[in-house]
């Protein structure tokens, strides 16, 4: 019995004393400074919360991106999705076909709501286009090995123009090498490291997202004030790139990041980890997110505990804009739009119209302030819903996104 | 009860490095938020107590959280007026579930860790498949309100637990001991093993429905809210010194560590360790406890003869 007991406890409690012996790089700030905290605020190098910068950071592309967010785009006011920030366009000539077209897709996944928004966007767009006699779309269901193959058929199915939204950056850009050669290919979303796409489209990017919602927090929160950081997970650079441009903006700042800590996007373990933050800090006067989909879960923590909701980054899910509203917070939503699912098929058919494109179409990355809030809360739109469809004007709007 | 000791020990002593590091633990209101968070992990510890008891195990457990979590959110849609007839839906597709495990398990003779590995891929795959991979709707204020206020979710915790420790005392309880400690024996002295079996895994299909309305109702609507949830609960009974193989082990032990297992995570957030380390912590807990539990064998069948 007692080595059983001896054994277990030994255990237990081995586990957590090493844990603690951990230094406190990357993910969190070590809890045994936090009575410190709030004396040394003032004095103390705001820097020392933020960790070491992310691997993933590239100066020239943070200047570019910051610098993009200023930048009038060119294209029709009223159509940001054909819009595009500082154009170099490519002539497309050779790839000019007479229609009518068969278009293809290799989609990344349906995995989330912003992938969900954004699927039905694209459909919707080929849809509006008489001249697009077939459309072939494959999900990859978030496995590279499936997107590789399912690009290998795409090109035996006699496209005119391949679409595609990799899953992973480097593990896809062979397959999507092997496909240039053939048709003309369009990519969006995420990247590749291969500049053999007619065109690549994305909003302007990751840093700009980032440094949206820490400037927020910056201009709002006095200084002194606790910033928590909330972030999915590590390793991935889309959102590696939103998280480095929050850090150079927090490190430059008077404000205190008590905390950088991964949620895996769950939204219990989100309100689990802002509780216990709540509880160790008795307030947080920011948090920041480097994706808004927990963020409701994030601001309940803070209701349950009883204290009041401090300034939020959030995103432009409607969930979060209606608790924006309803709670009268201080809030700022950057977006990814999901417009930009709107424009690859549009890319398509002005490629084979021999129309010149963007090499890089750079897409306006709006935010949402307290001036715009109420343009984007759709109260009969489903809460998960991404206010930046884009769609509104479209013929299945609002019943084919599920709203009323 | 004797091999229940040393979890409470434990338990204790976490429950005290947590309150080192954090004060706030020792007021009502921080209390009751931990016991709120420990919650669905007991009460999934105690349906999985009874099927690991009696000798199986129930994998399927994580998926049907997630399954009546989303259920929930698409059919109740924000609609207030739909938060009752919702509930008992659940409940039902909770001991649906738990009846067609024991059936397949006993009936079939399929293996339960097939059985519950085969609902566990099927039911993650028809939620994928219903939802396509991101829920959709909304859960009323009415069905949130159990899993969000702390004092709901403490009182159907104290009343799944007084209901454990009742079924434990009566004649089921000691049935579903002996069948999993000895089934043959137990048919011969008359027990219907198979039944008592059956009734196990429909009290671990409850236990996933009370814990998905928890969860539910204390995060919202996410298609990962049952991920791995099934590991953490055997954990938790293996935690709390009850065999796996059955047989051996008490409720109050298995319960007693799911609040070991929540202390201990509560414990590494509080000092900044979160996320994959939860899960290697988790591995090292199962295999040691089990290895544990191995070595005290033989000191066991001696004392009988000392007696």
Redesign the interface.
Known sequence: MRRLLVAVAALALAAAGCASDLPPTGASADPSAAPATSAAASSAPASAGTGAQSDFFVQADYDTQLAMRSQTAEGPADKPWEQAIAPQMVDTAKYKKDGPYHLCFSNAAVNNPWRQVGWTTMQEEVALHKEIKEFTALDAEGKDDKQISDIADLQAKGCDALIISPNTTATLTPAVTGACPEVPVIVFDRGVETDCPVTFIKPIGGYAFGADGAEFLIEKVPAGGKILALRILPGVDVLETRWSAAKVAFDKSQLQVVGVEFTDGDAAKTKSIVSDYIARHGTIDGVWMDAGATAVAAIEAFEDAGVPVPAFVGEDQQDFLQKWKDGNLTAVAPTYPTYQWRTPIIAALKILKGEEVPKMWNLPQPKITQDSLGTYLQPNMPLLHYALCGCESMPGFPGKWGGK | M??A???F??LA??LV?IAA??P??LEP??FL?FLK?VAPLAILAAGQYFVIVSGEFDLSVGSLVTVEVVVAARLID?DEAMTWPVLILLVVIGLLVGLVNGLVTTKLRVPSFITTLGAMLILSGAVFLWT???????LSQGFRVFG?EGVWAVAILVVVVVAAVLLMRADFGRTLVAAGDNEKAARLSGVRVDRVRVFAFVLSGLSAAIAGIL?GG?????A??G?SLEFQAITAVV?G?VVLGGGRGHVIAAIAGAF?LEA?F??????????A?EYA?QG??II??VA??G??LPALRLSPSKA
């Open positions: 004797k091999r000791i040393p979890i020990v434990v002593g976490l490095a590091a954090n706030f633990f209101a921080g938020a968070r924000g396509g991979g991101a829920p959709r709707g909304a969000r969860l204390f995060a919202g609507v996410s990962q809210v991920q935690l010194g070991t201990l509560t414990l590494l957030n509080l000092h900044g360790i979160s996320g380390l912590v090292v807990i040691a406890a544990v539990g070595l005290r």
